[in-house]
Nanobody, 120 residues
Framework: HVQLVESGGGSVEAGGSLTLSCAAS???????MAWFRQAPGKSREGVAA????????FYEESVKGRFTISRNNAKNAVYLQMDSLKSEDTATYYC???????????????WGQGTQVTVS
């Protein structure tokens, strides 16, 4: 049973930075992993994705150059470094794992509970 637990969310002023972490357990198989977010009243959207051995990364257009996804397979963890945060980045951020497409498409099998990011 795969479990994903996010941490690192919080409140920050516009222009600031946050780093989200996602710890995976229950699997030794390297998965494609991603971060999604959902703002109030909006649908969930893919923010960044990373292939199992970090050879490929994908970013939603609005976060390119500001967000960086990375992973540490030895620790079964994936990270999202968020810089130059804007108010429109305010959302609940979800970690996701295992996708047949390994992209920003919402087709991931495993999901965390989410962590709130508020930018004011």
């Amino acid at each position: 049973h795969v479990q994903l637990v996010e941490s690192g969310g919080g409140s920050v002023e516009a222009g600031g930075s946050l780093t989200l972490s996602c710890a995976a357990s229950g699997t030794q198989i390297m998965h494609c992993m991603a971060w999604f977010r959902q703002a109030p009243g909006k649908s969930r959207e893919g923010v960044a994705a990373i292939s199992p051995f970090s050879s490929n990364t994908f970013y939603e257009e609005s976060v390119k150059g500001r967000f960086t996804i990375s992973r540490n397979n030895a620790k079964n963890a994936v990270y999202l470094q968020m810089d130059s945060l804007k108010s429109e980045d305010t959302a609940t951020y979800y970690c996701a794992a295992h996708s047949p497409t390994c992209s920003l498409t919402d087709d991931y099998q495993y999901w965390g509970q989410g962590t709130q990011v508020t930018v004011s």
